[in-house]
């Protein structure tokens, strides 16, 4: 665990460090390439956030750890939300602000990281996401 001084920073440091090295593990990044596994986690987290409603939005972003939660808020305009977008336009989203090339694609990227964000909020939280979202973008979602 990584000590900062204060158990709750320590703790929210220590549970993003763990996503994100999920996500390295999943793609066999580096964890020099730091900067992969958080653009990952920072892209889908800001599309899905931007497509969820005001309240489903902030019931997800409750479930984050501290810091991840603050990743997921930087930004957000909860007066410009939900913005409306299928499949196709999330993925393109998500493509367009990733700062690599993909050598297995956006879709990978994107199931690849709501696969571990999942394993960190409840079962129920998830059906809830799922539910307020059109049929094509819950394909996207395990």
Known sequence: MVETGFSSFSTTVDKTNRILHEIEDAFGWPKERRN???????????????????????????????????????????????????????????????????????????RTTLEILKGHVTEGEWRDIRSVLPKDLQKLLP
Do not use: C, N
């Open 36 to 110: 992969l596994s958080y653009g990952a986690l920072r892209t889908t987290l800001h599309a899905l956030r931007d497509r969820l409603t005001v309240e489903e939005a902030a019931h997800f972003g409750a479930q984050l750890p501290m810091l991840v939660r603050g990743i997921y808020y930087d930004g957000w305009d909860p007066s410009r939300v939900p913005v409306k977008m299928g499949r196709d336009e999330f993925l393109s989203r998500v493509r367009s602000e990733f700062p690599q090339p993909l050598e297995d694609g956006v879709e990978k990227l994107v």
